[in-house]
């Protein structure tokens, strides 16, 4: 049975890059259910398609309303977004709330990310729909959609969004071929593991990186099947549906494509976490990291 909460007040706020204050009162009461079962109390993620920020004191949450879905991802350019806080506490108007930082999961890569394409390798963000791209094992295929992603550091956690750095050369020669920056949670293929970037982090040669601004851009690509594009020369995985799917500034024009049928994920086992990691890669990225940067690289926390 699927645990759902009804919340007494529903508000509609405004946003400001910092803080929520409430403008008037919808009136009535939200209810909203996941679909995983039952729980003890509704929390982020739990709920398909959602991105909530959660208060277990107050269940408070506060997220942005746009198409159907509701999302702590914050998008400042897309005009038709509306921001609504679901509490059973009662709030005055000209209340400010302040968001407490959001769980969401960002699998995606920076701008300038060199994608392998059949006419050689382009910056990410200057590939649209039905492009040729070169996948690991060999096969040419069309982009089916790029996703856009916008992350704001004002309450996002940094463990989870911020981008981590592969630096070059860090997984073999010339892999990557220049320093790759991807989100902590994109997968790259190891030994025939999908390791998480994060899992990875040893602090020499794979390294959590800062923020490119307070605000900035992740994409991904989706192909016709789960598949290993090839950026900045490192198998790393394409975009597979998932309950973060309406995170995407643009997931619209994803649910406007005629290709419904849901991917099937890749058959590699994951490693999302540095205790996954086999023993075996771990010592040889140490090794390398060295090598290549003269310290002894530390296990990721």
Known sequence: MADTRTFTHTYDVRFNGTTYTVEQKDGGSATISDNLGSDSALTLGEVTGDQFTYNSATYTYVGAVGNGFIASTVNPKNNNTEYVLFTSDSTAKNTTVVPQPGTSTVICFLPG????????????????????????????????????????????????????????????????????????????????????????????????????????????????????????????????????????????????????????????PRAKAARQVPVAIRERLAARGQGLFGAVATRAA
């Open 113 to 268: 990310t060199q994608i392998t394409t059949a006419q050689g390798q382009v910056p990410i963000e200057t590939l649209k729909r039905g492009d040729l791209v070169q996948t690991a094992d060999g096969r040419t295929v069309p982009v089916r959609w790029i996703g856009r992603q916008t992350v704001s550091t004002f309450f996002a956690d940094p463990l989870r969004v911020l981008p981590i750095c592969i630096k070059a050369g860090a997984l073999a020669e010339n892999v990557p071929s220049r320093d790759l920056y991807v989100s902590p949670d994109h997968a790259i293929l190891i030994d025939d593991i999908l390791v998480h970037a994060s899992a990875l982090v040893n602090g020499t040669s794979i390294v959590r990186a800062p923020a490119p601004a307070q605000t900035f851009t992740y994409y991904h690509v989706e192909l016709a099947d789960h598949s290993l594009l090839l950026a900045d020369n490192v198998p790393a995985e394409s975009f597979i549906d998932n309950v973060d799917r309406m995170a995407f500034d643009n997931w619209d024009e994803h649910e406007a494509l005629d290709e419904t049928a849901p991917l099937v994920e890749m058959a590699y």
